[in-house]
């Protein structure tokens, strides 16, 4: 009985995960509309609300094509995989109900991180074109590079709390949050994200001025929904991930949720606001800039808790 609670949470964590993504593509086309100074939708129903509905439909029944010469099973099973991961790393999030609860919930959520690169080179190589394969190696050599200093980021905090659980960050910040204590880190750890999510300013897999349209520019109808549907719960997940770290409320409250769609919001006004990067400065911004910061804090955190742990051993 209790499993089949757990799984049944588990199962409702998803579907919710899914809505969540529908209206955030509704949200991203408003609010991009209207910095363009011009309307979004509006036109399906309310005001323009079952837009994602309509657009669901509208994918899921158009014909698929397949490229003759392509690597058929990758090609068929990137999406897919890249979707199951995105939902999978939802596991980690600290709800006090009966849920999964990973005591090494960091650790979790870097392995699914790293399995998503795999997704997107296997997309890009198994499209057979050259426009898909460059956008795929862009996006790896992106992804390797941000994901050092998320970790390093992510390190500093796992030494400042002694725990990979993240429901430490809820009680650790019940009277000041750790934005105050790491502004600079938490900037790092929001253009990080943008990377971590192919978002612009680090769009380059996808740079549709260069590359038609990077690593997806094989796919249609099922195959890109998947690929879009992915995407957009990994910039939930990171938005989530980074108002439990450094604006630390109660997953339960509502206040969380307000900040969540804040940080989301954030993400799509970079969007609507920033032109892509020249390559070479994504590099120098990744191993020039936020290496060293996140190192420096890391061991600034490091020698914090030592000193602490030796003032009260004396």
């Known amino acids: 009985m209790e499993y089949m609670i757990s799984f049944l949470s588990v199962l409702l964590l998803m579907i919710f995960v899914l809505i969540g993504v529908a209206f955030l593509t509704l949200l991203e086309r408003k609010v991009l509309g209207y910095i363009q100074v011009r309307k979004g939708p509006n036109k399906v129903g309310f005001v323009g609300i079952p837009q994602p509905l309509a657009d669901?439909?509208?994918l899921f029944t158009k014909g698929q094509t397949y490229p003759i010469i392509s690597n058929y099973l990758p090609y068929y099973f990137s999406p897919v995989f890249s979707l199951f991961l995105s939902?999978?790393?939802w596991m980690v999030m600290p709800y006090m109900i009966n849920m999964l609860n990973f005591?090494?919930?960091?650790m979790f959520f870097l392995c699914c991180m790293s399995l998503g690169v795999y997704t997107v080179l296997a997309a890009g190589w198994s499209s057979n074109s050259k426009y898909a394969l460059?956008?795929?190696?862009?996006?790896?050599a992106q992804t390797i590079s941000y994901e050092v200093s998320l970790a390093l980021i992510l390190l500093s905090f796992i030494f400042l709390i002694g725990d990979f659980n993240l429901i430490k960050f809820i009680e650790y910040q019940e009277y000041v949050w750790f934005l105050m204590l790491s502004f600079p880190l938490s900037m790092c750890l929001l253009a990080s994200c943008l990377a971590e999510t192919n978002r612009t300013p680090f769009d380059f897999a996808e740079g549709e001025s260069e590359l038609v349209s990077g690593f997806n520019v094989e796919y249609s109808s099922g195959g890109?929904?998947?690929i879009f549907m992915a995407e957009y719960a990994s910039i939930l997940f990171m938005s989530t991930l980074f108002t439990i770290i450094f604006l630390g409320s109660n997953i339960n409250s509502i206040m969380?949720?307000?900040?969540?769609?804040?940080?989301a919001?954030?993400?799509?006004w970079t969007r609507g606001t920033l032109p892509r990067f020249r390559y070479d400065k994504l590099m120098y911004l990744a191993w020039k800039s936020f290496l060293p910061v996140s190192l420096v804090y890391l061991f600034f955190f490091i020698g914090l808790i030592s000193f602490a742990l030796t003032v009260n051993w004396i």
Not at 256 to 263: A, G, I, P, Q, R
């Open 256 to 263: 969380f949720y307000f900040k969540l769609v804040l940080v």
């Open 87 to 89: 939902l999978v790393v």
């Open 265 to 268: 919001f954030i993400f799509i």
């Open 103 to 106: 005591n090494l919930g960091f």
């Open 134 to 140: 460059l956008g795929g190696l862009r996006s790896v």
């Open 224 to 226: 890109f929904a998947l």
């Open 56 to 58: 669901a439909v509208k």
